[in-house]
C-alpha cells in the first residue's frame, strides 16, 4: 500500500530511521518504522484496520468521515 504525507519534513522523518531517532528517540523510531513497513506490506486498508495495536477508529466532528489509528 502507498502512504501519503501531509508535509515534506514529516515524510522525512518517516522515511529516515536515522532523522526519526535523533528528532524522537530510538524507542519511537523503532515504533514508527515498524508501523510503516507494515502498513507498506498490507493489501488493502481492511488488513490495517482489522490489526488490534493500531486501534483503528473513525474520527468524529468537523474530521467526519477521516480515520486514525494510534502508533
Excluded at 5 to 34: F, G, S
Amino acid at each position: 500500500m502507498e502512504i501519503a504525507y501531509k508535509n515534506k519534513p514529516i515524510q522525512t522523518v518517516c522515511e529516515d530511521y536515522k532523522k526519526a531517532a535523533r528528532k524522537y528517540n530510538t524507542l519511537v523510531a523503532d515504533k514508527l518504522h515498524a508501523a510503516l513497513n507494515f502498513i507498506q506490506a498490507a493489501e488493502n486498508i481492511r488488513d490495517v484496520a482489522k490489526y488490534p495495536p493500531f486501534h483503528f477508529h473513525d474520527l468524529k466532528g468537523d474530521r467526519a468521515g477521516c480515520f486514525a489509528m494510534d502508533l
